[in-house]
Structures are given as structure tokens and as C-alpha cells.
């Protein structure tokens, strides 16, 4: 009896209940190392959000200050702050013109880079972009009736090429995902070659949209600047809309990428962990279609910006898509505030579409990367 009571003394957990004892054993507690390498990670993640969004507030400001008429940075500030007015020119061409070009590109560059991330992630495939499964084609059909026949009307702020650009390219992946969808279930595979094949067709479309032009002098060349990306000048209420989808669309976004997470690991494991995984499928195509529709809606087809951005954040910070989520937004609207700025500047005053600018600078730098880096990464 005192060599089991002696034993039960000296028993640091002697004293511990039954329960909390098996709690410790099923989690053990995270040694001091760890937590403190966890708090520096978290703090250095944390400062990287800060540092991206103080330079997308002094691109904002600086590509603003860009143009014909220059109007310095300081003054703007002073103007907003109310300590300094602007004359009337500068008053119009800011707040009529520039900043909402400026603010309409971080909307598009945001929606392209997110909806990027989400397809790269649930087709596990680097390559993908946000018209992998047929937006583009849907869009270009809306876009031609809009501008050739439809350009005079406008609803809500929006002008008509901008709503049937997004009906067309949401009208459009509703029909892909119902092609692809057979015995309740999604077939990827299919989603894809419907998506191309669709996509295709309806692209190849604007030849007889061009033929039936009974303005084709003007018409063609609005059409052709649209369908490389021209980041036009939208009204405030229609801005506000857009910046609002964009809102949902992330909130929408984020608690699917822990799900996400785990549908990079496979279905199988996916559906081991409890996650399902076909509402979760469609919830992701869902946001990101509708994301992608709202950018091109204000922008046209513009090419790289939702493949390269993804890519290079998931480069450097690894395939976790909860912390990549506002990394992306962050970046695809710094980078298409600048390409954007770069395309109406350099060859002033012809103006070149920002989605061929894209194409020039996204391209070389895109394979530049993927040759320096030489080595694969994890979806």
C-alpha cells in the first residue's frame, strides 16, 4: 500500500483528471519553438498584406496623377483631404475620367487573379485561366451585340455592351457545367473540352456579327479594341456594383479554399476528411465564372493577368489557397493598374489596348520565371 501511494506522489500526472489526460495525449501542446516560428510566420504574412495594400494605394494615386494633364500627387491628397481645391478641369478629369479608369482596373485585375486561383486549384493545373471553361466565347457574343447594334442603350449605369458581355459569359457556363453534368455528378474532363468546343464556336461567331455590322467603320473597331481588353471609363454606380461583386465574390471565395486545400490532396482523401466534394465543385465554378464575368464586363478579354498572378504567388508562397486568396487580389490589382497606366501612356496619344501590352509583358516574363525557378510546386 505505501510503495503504490509512494508511486501515485511522484506521478506528475497523479494529480491530473482522467479526461484532460486523454486530451493531452490526443494533442499534444506545441513546443515553445514552433509557436514562436508560427507568431514570426503569421507576423511576416500579416506585413506582406500591408505592404501590398500600401502599394496599391500609391499606384492608385501615382497612375492617377498619369496623363495629358498632369495634376501632382500631393495636390490630389490635399483635394481629398479637403485642405485644397483643384480647378474645374482637374476636378472633371480626375474624378470623372481617371480615377474611375484606375479603380475599374484593380476591380478587374482582383476578379481575373481570384477566379484564377480558384480554376488553378480545382483543375490542378497550372495553366489554367479564368475563360478555361467558355466565359470568353459567352462574352464575345454579348460584347458584339452590344457594341454593333445595342451601343446607344444602357441600364442602371451599365451600357449594353458591358450586360450582355456579362449575361452571355454567365448564360455560356451554365451551359458548359450542364453539359458536364451527368448522374448528379461533374465530370472535369468534360467541363473542359465543353468549355473549349463552346468557347470556340461562339469566339469564331463575331465574323458574322461583322458581316451584319450596318456600321462597320466604327462598329469593327470598337469590336476588335473590346476583344483585346480596353479598360473603358465606367460611371460611379456602375463601379460601385462591380467593386460590390467583387466584395461577395471574396467572401463567397474564402471559406472554399480550406475546402480547396483539401480537394488538391484528391477526391478520395477529400471525401475521407467529410468534405463534399461535388457542392463544393460547384460552388467554386460558381464564384469564379461570376467573378470572371464581372471583369470582363468592365474590361473585355484580357489575357494573363488571372493565369500569371496566381502562379507567381503560389511560387513564392506556397499552395495553402487560404493565405494566396488576398495575396492575389492584392497583386492582380496592383499589376493591372500599372499595365493599364503603361498602356495609355506610352505611346500617347494613341492609346493601345491593355490586354496587348499584357501579352507583350506577361509572356516574356512568365517564361523567364518558369526557367529561373526550374523546379515543379504543389497545386
Not at 482582383?110 to 495553366?127: E, K, V
Request: glycine share 8%.
Amino acid at each position: 500500500m505505501e510503495a503504490e501511494v509512494k508511486r501515485i506522489a511522484v506521478s506528475p500526472l497523479a494529480s491530473v483528471p482522467q479526461e484532460r489526460r486523454t486530451s493531452e495525449r490526443a494533442n499534444p501542446p506545441m513546443p515553445f519553438p514552433v509557436q514562436t516560428k508560427h507568431r514570426i510566420h503569421a507576423a511576416g504574412f500579416t506585413s506582406l498584406l500591408f505592404l501590398l495594400s500600401v502599394i496599391l494605394l500609391i499606384s492608385i494615386l501615382v497612375c492617377t496623377s498619369f496623363g495629358a494633364v498632369r495634376v501632382p500627387v500631393s495636390a490630389m491628397v490635399q483635394a481629398l483631404l479637403g485642405r485644397h481645391a483643384l480647378t474645374q478641369t482637374q476636378h472633371i478629369i480626375l474624378f470623372t475620367i481617371r480615377l474611375p479608369r484606375v479603380l475599374a482596373s484593380a476591380v478587374v485585375g482582383a476578379a481575373l487573379a481570384i477566379s484564377g486561383l480558384m480554376f488553378q486549384g480545382l483543375f490542378r493545373n497550372p495553366m489554367a485561366d479564368p475563360y478555361i471553361i467558355g466565359s470568353s466565347g459567352g462574352a464575345v457574343v454579348g460584347g458584339c451585340i452590344g457594341i454593333l447594334f445595342l451601343s446607344q442603350y444602357s441600364l442602371w449605369g451599365f451600357n449594353a455592351t458591358a450586360l450582355l458581355a456579362f449575361l452571355g459569359s454567365a448564360l455560356t457556363m451554365a451551359v458548359v457545367y450542364s453539359l458536364a453534368r451527368t448522374h448528379g455528378r461533374t465530370n472535369v474532363v468534360t467541363l473542359l473540352l465543353a468549355g473549349f468546343a463552346l468557347s470556340t464556336m461562339l469566339s469564331n461567331s463575331t465574323y458574322l456579327f461583322e458581316a451584319f455590322d450596318p456600321n462597320s467603320s466604327t462598329g469593327t473597331r470598337a469590336l476588335a479594341a473590346w476583344l483585346h481588353g480596353v479598360i473603358g471609363v465606367p460611371r460611379w454606380p456602375q463601379l460601385c456594383i462591380m467593386f460590390l461583386l467583387l466584395c461577395v465574390g471574396m467572401t463567397a471565395a474564402y471559406p472554399l479554399m480550406r475546402r480547396l486545400n483539401t480537394l488538391s490532396l484528391g477526391d478520395d482523401y477529400a471525401h475521407q476528411l467529410g468534405i463534399r466534394v461535388e457542392p463544393t465543385r460547384i460552388a467554386i465554378i460558381l464564384v469564379g465564372s461570376l467573378l470572371t464575368a464581372a471583369a470582363v464586363s468592365l474590361g473585355g478579354l484580357i489575357s494573363f493577368a488571372g493565369l500569371i498572378v496566381p502562379h507567381v504567388a503560389r511560387l513564392r508562397l506556397g499552395p495553402d489557397h487560404i493565405r494566396l486568396l488576398p495575396v492575389t487580389a492584392l497583386a492582380g490589382a496592383i499589376f493591372l493598374v500599372i499595365t493599364d497606366t503603361l498602356a495609355r501612356s506610352l505611346f500617347a496619344p494613341v492609346e493601345l489596348p491593355v490586354g496587348v501590352l499584357m501579352v507583350f509583358l506577361g509572356g516574356p516574363f512568365f517564361l523567364y520565371l518558369l526557367r529561373k525557378s526550374k523546379r515543379e510546386y504543389a497545386l
